[in-house]
């Protein structure tokens, strides 16, 4: 398991994500999830408040995963769900209270005409050099590891 930084609480402490290539990972344990979402081959970024980041976002009450994630990508980049698969899980200790899980999906999308909605201003397809040179949603380093995941192919199985 790989640990990356994640920032500053309010209270000055820090906190941080680790990168799990887990093979299996239970339902209830899944606060949000995230998406390297292709189209075209190419990866799709949306600017929000951190910088160019991947599309994503917290479950809402009785929302399935994929549901979930065909949601953020719909309010996020303005795309359409077309195959998504999970891959890796991030773990946070970013609420001091309690750790919280990210699953991370690799998508295929089509895109829609942009319209600036929700908390995103902006959509870009890049390549993937480009991704890992313009990513500011967070850690840059573990968004690369993220990266070389997500090409290896592996998937991930949700149990209930």
Known sequence: MDRFA???RLDGTLWTFAVQPVREVSREL???VTAYARSGGH????RNPRGWDVPGGR???GEGLRE???RELREEACARLVNAEPFALLESDRDAARITYILVFRAEVELDNFDPCHETTARRVVDDRTFVEIFSGGNVEMAAKLLEMEKERSVLRVSR
């Open 6 to 8: 994640g920032g500053t």
């Open 30 to 32: 899944v606060t949000a």
């Open 43 to 46: 990866l799709v970024l949306v």
């Open 59 to 61: 479950l809402e009450p």
């Open 68 to 70: 979930a994630l065909a």
